[in-house]
């Protein structure tokens, strides 16, 4: 158990730190395994606004939390997530006022 401890508690005082510090410290690039992302977005209250698969085969996600603050992670085969951008003063936009394009409509 204190083994579990020594390793578990410094992960998540890191990632908590991540998420709940100011935007520009957050690392673009940085690469965690998925869950332990996962649980990061929901420990910051972030929402997902948006997914998808990209042209290099792998999950983009991008999340919004209240203070407008956005991330956008890629979401690997390995289990690996990694934050692809981010940044602050975003828009939470009204999908009933926005055209959405899928590969199955015309355009």
Do not use: W
Not at 34 to 61: C, P, W, Y
Not at 77 to 104: F, P, R
């Amino acid at each position: 158990m204190m083994a579990l401890q020594k390793y578990c508690l410094p992960i998540a005082a890191f990632i908590a730190a991540f998420f709940l510090t100011a935007p520009a410290q957050s690392k673009v690039g940085l690469c965690i395994p998925t869950d332990k992302m996962m649980e990061s977005v929901r420990v910051a209250k972030m929402q997902i606004v948006f997914r998808g698969i990209s042209d290099r085969n792998h999950l983009v996600t991008v999340y919004i939390n209240e203070e407008a603050v956005f991330l956008a992670i890629t979401h690997h085969h390995n289990y690996m997530s990694c934050i692809a951008d981010k940044g602050t003063d975003g828009e939470k936009l009204d999908v009933n006022k926005v055209h959405l394009y899928n590969s199955a409509q015309p355009k």
